[in-house]
């Protein structure tokens, strides 16, 4: 039975969806998902041999750091044969299972990353020797992927077949499956996911949102989608179509005979989209287990340079409806696709807040790798988890927001790596970046090298972060820091109050912000800065009002961030109609307040309640405590050896 997890949250937690509580009951029970058969030595093969001549031609096996013995002595061949038996013996670690993997590029390598921390062994299959995966890789054996008899013999290595890549040959591995090889995700997967168009047949037929689609075989069915659909058409390739190959588009009737030709002819087999209107672009990571346990995580925006991923912002700027919906979409996307493993799900968000279904991944995606750092459980962690069979992990965000940022070769050759040198120089220097490096040999324009991720406390922090990495945002030559809480007030007069506040938030180096905003008089400016607070990083409100006080209740109607009123004494009724306007806002929109001109504690509440997400704030408001303990103490001595009068002269 299908439930939502009733704790959705989009920023602090991920969406998780359960389709069964089916658990792993033992080790013995991820060891029993090895497939029934017997794996072949990595060594003793001579057709292995680099100089045979026979169908190993294509590939080689590079052995990588360490002899293929384990510390017991045994060899692969000899490693866990029990659970193929079914016996009951204890698997050493989180799992004996060797994970091969077609594909050797960055995601390879990062697989390779996660599977170290776990003791995983992975082996990749990729036809470059230095490929990305290869330095990290328990083993890399050299061949093409997509060769059905490179991939057959690779396949009798591994314990679980994934890739990295959707572009391999499905037929083989739909006959690996038949004999029973254990592959994940299923090779229908990747045959459906591989030819896009047969992805949007799959998914109109499962009532997934899509945009309008249809097949074209010359250029009279190209004019029919034309005036079906009218212009810009989007038109793609079927196959072989990723990082925006294979995408053209027709402004025009007239451009469709050069759009055609630049993706190759009809003869390539292609198909056209109606173009969709998005304003943002979303992704939603979707893993689902052995066990069938699906959990999501949260929305993000990704943000593209010339049909590449460029950028990605986690969580995405956009409503919890709009996120909810989008993680319905990829869900059931998902759930019509069989095997266990990382699925990425990539969205339109249209103006009139649709979610359109663009395209799938089967395998971890660029648009998951800020998990690493902004995430319990990185996508990679859990597509090991997924296809070995081990409970998935925690998608949910450990950092409030985080940017990853790709590097993209900006020239080619050796100025491009100065270039690429130069930035990531930079986000050494960055609070909260951390750098990927992927160490492909060859610096060409737009391909992906290596990639950043920032996070920290507020979406506007990190982007302040980005700005200044990017050398768009300086001051003094320092990067710019950026105010965590906002002191705001209706007039001048309030100052003398609210001053108070601005001292104890330096007292804990707190940045801040003061504002004169008045409800009354610039009702305007009250609006923008209310709304958009928080998206620059502003993490607390302190609002000082005297009189009506409508201040401190409109600014907290207008923004998600905590408001604390401050009712400041006016010139009649001694500050007790403030303080009465400020408690007696409606449900539904909270206002904290302290006492009549106390900014000090309106001051000292935004330290804690920042301190929730900072040890250092929260070590600071013990150490705050303790000394105003100490200084108590300290004047209860003097009274009691002094005496009340000395006290008191002692004061003067």
Not at 234 to 263: C, F, H, P, Q, W
Request: hydrophobic share 40%; proline share 5%; with cysteine.
């Amino acid at each position: 039975m299908l439930s939502l997890c009733p704790n959705f949250s989009p920023t602090a937690a991920a969406a998780v969806v359960v389709i069964s509580s089916c658990k792993l009951d033992s080790a013995a029970s991820a060891a029993a998902l090895i497939p029934q058969r017997t794996r072949n030595s990595l060594f003793g093969c001579s057709h292995m041999h680099p100089t045979n001549s026979s169908s190993c031609s294509s590939w080689m096996l590079r052995q990588r750091h360490t002899p293929i013995v384990m510390a017991s002595g045994t060899s692969l061949d000899s490693q866990d044969t029990s659970s193929a038996r079914g016996d009951k013996r204890p698997v050493h670690g989180l799992s004996e299972v060797v994970v091969g993997v077609l594909g050797g590029g960055q995601l390879g390598r990062m697989l390779c990353q996660a599977a170290s921390q776990l003791a995983i062994k992975v082996i990749v299959l990729d036809p470059m020797e230095n490929c990305p995966a290869s330095s990290l890789s328990h083993y890399h054996m050299v061949g093409n992927y997509d060769d059905s008899a490179t991939v057959q013999e690779f396949a009798k290595r591994c314990g679980v077949l994934t890739v990295e890549i959707e572009h391999v040959d499905a037929a083989t591995l739909e006959k690996l499956e038949q004999q029973g090889v254990d592959c994940q995700p299923k090779a229908s997967t990747i045959r459906i996911i591989q030819d896009k168009y047969l992805q949007k047949v799959h998914f109109s037929r499962h009532s997934i949102p899509l945009p309008k689609f249809m097949q074209i075989d010359d250029l009279n069915s190209a004019k029919q989608a034309g005036v079906l659909f009218n212009y810009p058409l989007m038109i793609k390739s079927k196959r072989l179509a990723y990082d925006g190959r294979g995408n053209a588009v027709a402004n025009s009737e007239e451009e469709l005979s050069s759009a055609v030709d630049a993706l190759g002819g009809y003869d390539r087999g292609l198909y056209v989209e109606k173009w969709a209107p998005f304003v943002k672009e979303l992704s939603v990571i979707v893993v689902r287990g052995r066990d069938n346990s699906v959990v999501c995580y949260p929305v993000v925006e990704t943000i593209h340079r010339e049909n590449i991923c460029h950028i990605v912002k986690s969580p995405a700027d956009v409503s919890w409806k709009i996120m909810k919906l989008a993680t319905d979409v990829a869900f059931r996307a998902v759930s019509s696709l069989e095997g266990a493993g990382v699925f990425a799900v990539e969205l339109f968000l249209t103006a009139d807040g649709q979610i359109l279904l663009n395209e799938v991944a089967p395998r971890p995606h660029n648009s998951g790798h800020h998990t690493i750092e902004s995430c319990y459980t990185s996508q990679f962690e859990q597509h090991l988890r997924a296809v070995v069979g081990l409970p998935l992990g925690d998608p949910s965000m450990k950092a409030p927001a985080a940017i990853m940022y790709n590097i993209l070769g900006e020239d080619e050759g050796e100025p491009g790596f100065l270039l690429a040198h130069q930035l990531i120089g930079r986000a050494l220097g960055i609070p909260g970046a951390s750098v990927h490096w992927y160490d492909k040999p060859e610096m060409r324009k737009q391909r992906k090298m290596g990639h950043i991720t920032i996070v920290g406390p507020s979406v506007g922090v990190v982007k302040a972060r980005l700005r200044s990495m990017l050398r768009e945002e300086t001051v003094d030559g320092e990067t710019a820091v950026l105010p965590r809480v906002g002191i705001i007030m209706g007039s001048d007069s309030d100052l003398p109050v609210m001053k108070d506040a601005a001292k104890i938030l330096r007292e804990f180096d707190v940045p801040t912000e003061v504002r004169i905003v008045s409800a009354h008089r610039t009702p305007e400016y009250m609006v923008s800065y209310a709304s958009s607070a928080w998206k620059r990083g502003i993490q607390v409100i302190i609002a000082g009002a005297g009189g009506a006080a409508h201040l401190p209740g409109m600014v907290a109607a207008l923004t998600p961030l905590p408001v604390i009123g401050v009712p400041v004494r006016a010139s009649t009724l001694d500050g007790l109609d403030s303080l009465l306007s400020i408690v007696q806002m409606p449900r539904g929109v909270p206002v904290a307040t302290v006492a009549i001109n106390n900014a000090t504690n309106a001051g000292l509440l935004a330290v804690r309640i920042l301190g929730v997400r900072d040890l250092n704030l929260q070590t600071r408001m013990a150490q705050y405590l303790e000394d105003r303990r100490d200084e108590v103490l300290a004047k209860g001595e003097k009274l009691e050896e002094g005496g009340w009068e000395d006290y008191l002269n002692s004061q003067r």
